[in-house]
């Protein structure tokens, strides 16, 4: 299985309320990654984990909340989000965090802020 | 952390060969050089990686030079589903998967 799945796959929420996006991989990666993509552009990375630590976070705002319960789950927790942060958030395994193994990336979440 | 330039766009005909290529002047000695795929609302999809010299799998070929300065993303015989966003990324040379993607080349294939 070298699928990545993210639930839900569009979401809509409103600047006062609270969401979790999920993820989910069972390749035994022990690094995934959250990133976020606007229309047109390239990915951005946001946060890190590995061996379900956090490793990087590139200076994301507090409103957006990682976690990872297990090595096969990560969470992004929204909160108070701006119509800016509107976007394609993207996760991403990879078998360790070094820089010669690829990562896998989910479909993405469509994310609607209103 | 290396940058990547690559051209934004391209225009290729169905059947022809496609060499895209990038450049990464900064590039650390323990950097590989990795090219994703990207279809529009997908996640990215790996395609390649080098480290020097050649590398080829099923659906692509990656040139890279002796000083490692630039790399050249060859697609054989494109067909209209390989029109997608091209990614050239260089690995952090501190060896955690800090990367960065660039700004990407778009391919457009036409019939």
């Given at each position: 299985d070298t699928e990545v799945t993210q639930t839900p796959k569009h979401l809509v929420m409103g600047m006062t309320n609270k969401k979790s996006l999920k993820c989910e991989q069972h390749?035994?990666?022990r690094a995934m990654y959250w990133y976020k993509q606007k229309a047109k552009k390239p990915p951005e990375l946001m946060f890190v984990y590995s061996y379900e630590k956090l490793?990087?976070?590139?200076?994301?705002?507090?409103r957006f909340s990682p976690e990872c319960p297990n090595s096969s789950l990560l969470n992004l927790h929204l909160h108070a989000?701006?119509?800016?942060?509107?976007a394609l958030y993207l996760c991403a395994s990879s078998q360790?965090?070094?820089?010669?193994y690829e990562q896998y990336f989910g479909p993405g979440t469509r994310l609607t802020v209103t | 952390l290396a940058k990547t330039t690559q051209p934004i766009s391209m225009d290729s005909y169905e059947g022809q060969e496609v060499n895209i290529t990038c450049s990464?002047?900064?590039?650390?000695?323990?950097d590989y050089i990795t090219w994703y795929q990207q279809f529009p609302s997908q996640g990215p999809r790996f395609i390649i990686q080098g480290y020097k010299t050649k590398v080829t799998n099923e659906v692509a070929s990656l040139f890279i030079p002796a000083d490692r300065k630039s790399s050249t993303l060859s697609l054989p015989?494109?067909?209209?589903?390989?029109t997608a966003v091209y990614y050239c990324l260089v690995g952090d040379s501190g060896g955690y998967q800090k990367v960065t993607f660039g700004t990407g080349t778009k391919l457009q294939v036409i019939p």
């Open positions: 390749m035994g990666h490793s990087i976070n590139e200076s994301v705002p507090s989000l701006q119509p800016e942060d509107s360790d965090q070094q820089g010669h | 990464h002047n900064n590039i650390a000695t323990n015989r494109v067909s209209l589903s390989d």
